[in-house]
């Protein structure tokens, strides 16, 4: 029996006790839930339905809460339902209502963990979105895991998500990448506010492959094509690196295209027809401190010049006239003071700010090597980029690490720890359960050892304590996953894989799968070869949700 299986059955015990006593049946929820008892001594699930109901109807808790247990405890797979405090319901199941779970998980799974809490929802969630004017530094490479298993899980919990990147191909910071790649192929260094690093000599010279006639043109002409070329091979350099690890995106949106479309000017008549922009100085200003930012925001300057504010303003509006009713941008620790510009500018454009835009603040992180932190890539000069990350700890351990901690926290990723063959490598520990899960099935194969049928499925047989341990870790899952979604934490999936690995382990120490030399196979070896395969599923689905593989061998 599942989590929501027995909360159906804990909802039909309420009704049945509403039409018995003659209450308002319309006073019972729609749904209920059932949750793990932090003391697992209190029995396998807990309700607090009767809490909820007892005010709405008149009856007092703990009289409730008795009948709803008495007519709880006649439900089949139910064991024993107790009543603990002001009338909390306290339940455990029987071995074989429990043990049905591995043979749901097992049918069902890729889509296990799967729901529709999120239905209904039309998101759009914008991470990286670096600066075309050098490789993905350490800190966007968080975003790309995180992002990445937001949007993994968004998906799974029934949302309409699409994913973007944003390249800010317009404005100062492009002029300054092409002065650099020009200054490089002539040899000269780079000017004062300028880009060094060994790429912008590279991107130099492969302009110069493609078009040789440019160091021929004049200063202002050959800038352009090193500013048109140069931008093009970096956006593909960082769509590369990207896709190299494991991240695509549905849209990628170049700011220039705003400029071009006339967005712009569209997003300024919008926010005047609201009433919000007024004219001081020679330039156009937004009143955003009418919805609580700390002063009002310039949108184009006095020499006609746009901000990059204005930019910012017309891509939310192109966002949400694109049909996303929910914005979701994903920024690191320097742009905390953001929030409130963009929250107010929502707000001028008419939308509920606290609805329609969601902005996450993601903290820095560092690569350590040998206790100090590593300050800077070989090739970019000034900071540790996706590929250093990768060629020091690998793909899976680097989106697993980035996405183990809550976004606003600081980490610290120890280049020794997380290429390290030990349990306390998290990512070695939680892929080495689907590596043993898949040998137990190899050599359950080699000794004819199958799980059957499932109609032969011996449930019952899956009383010991370190089985009915890891089947309630099993059960957590969708809820783990419908919770991650909501509360935008991939890393609620990574810790409670960790836990679900200990609770296998246990398992695996303590009940033994596969029969011994010419010993007979029994019922009972092939039902803990359904609660083995039951964990491989989940932690495959787990792992799958942080863009992690599941190995078969490790």
């Known amino acids: 029996m599942t989590p929501a299986e027995l909360a159906e059955v804990v909802l039909a015990a309420a009704h049945a006790v509403f039409v018995d006593r003659g209450l308002d049946r319309s006073a019972l ?28 109807v008149g009856v007092p808790s703990r009289e409730l809460a008795a009948a709803l247990a008495d007519q709880l405890g006649r439900a089949p797979g139910v064991k024993s339902v107790e009543i603990a405090g002001p009338g909390f319901l306290n339940i455990r199941l029987d071995a074989a209502a429990a ?30 979105s670096a600066n075309p004017t050098g490789p993905v530094h350490i800190g966007g490479v968080r975003w790309a895991a995180v992002g990445d298993a937001l949007s993994r899980l968004l998906r799974a919990t029934g949302a309409d998500v699409g994913t973007e990147y944003y390249f800010n191909d317009a ?34 010279a492969e302009v110069v492959k493609r078009r040789p006639e440019v160091l021929d043109l004049d200063e202002a002409a050959a800038q352009e094509v090193f500013r048109v070329e140069g931008v093009q091979l970096m956006f593909a350099e960082i769509k590369s690196s990207l896709r190299d690890f494991g991240v695509e995106f549905d849209t990628y949106f170049n700011e220039k295209d705003l400029h071009d479309r006339g967005e712009l000017d569209k997003a ?33 300057k006095s020499n006609g010049e746009w901000t990059y504010f204005a930019a910012d303003c017309a891509y939310y509006l192109d966002k949400r006239e694109r049909g996303f009713e929910r914005v979701v941008i994903m920024l690191g620790a320097d742009h905390h003071g953001y929030i409130g510009r963009m929250k107010a500018m929502a707000a001028c454009f008419g939308d509920d700010p606290d609805r329609n835009l969601e902005i996450l603040i993601g903290q820095l992180v560092n690569l350590l090597r040998d206790g100090a932190p590593v300050r800077m890539s070989k090739r970019a000069g000034t900071v540790v980029t996706l590929e250093d990350l990768v060629d020091a700890i690998g793909v899976d351990a680097s989106r697993y690490a980035l996405a183990r901690y809550s976004s606003d926290s600081p980490i610290d990723i120890d280049v020794e720890l997380w ?16 590596a043993r899960t898949a040998s137990v099935g190899r050599n359950a194969a080699e000794v004819g050892l199958t799980r059957g049928e499932s109609a032969a499925f011996h449930a019952e047989l899956l009383s010991h304590e370190k089985e009915n341990e890891l089947l309630k870790a099993l059960a957590e899952f969708p809820a783990v ?21 200990a609770a296998y382990h246990r398992f695996y120490d303590n009940c033994r799968i596969l029969p011994r030399g010419d010993e007979e196979v029994t019922d009972l070896h092939r039902a803990r070869l359904w609660l083995n395969d039951a964990t491989r599923v989940v932690i495959a689905n787990g792992l799958r949700l942080l863009g992690v593989s599941a190995p078969e061998r490790m």
């Open 419 to 434: 290429t390290r063959a030990t349990r306390d490598n998290p990512v070695y520990y939680v892929q080495y359960v689907a």
């Open 29 to 56: 929820p729609a749904q209920t839930t059932v949750e793990r008892p932090r003391n697992p001594e209190h029995g396998d699930y807990a309700s607090t339905l009767a809490l909820q109901l007892s005010k709405k």
């Open 268 to 300: 300024l008549d919008r926010l005047r027809e609201q009433g919000h922009l007024y004219e001081s100085e020679g330039a156009t200003w937004l009143r955003t401190t009418d919805f609580g930012d700390d002063k009002d925001r310039v949108l184009r």
């Open 481 to 501: 996953v419908s919770s991650a979604a909501e509360l935008r934490g991939p890393h609620l999936v990574a810790r409670y894989l960790e836990r679900l690995a």
């Open 99 to 128: 043990g049905q779970l591995a043979k749901v998980i097992v049918e069902a799974g890729p889509e296990y963990g799967r729901s529709d809490a999120l239905a209904g929802q039309r998101i759009n969630l914008e991470f990286v």
């Open 171 to 204: 404005g100062s910071q492009i002029d300054r990448f092409a002065r650099s790649l020009l200054a490089a192929a002539q040899g000269q260094p780079a000017p004062e506010d300028g880009y060094g690093g060994a790429y912008i000599a590279e991107i130099a």
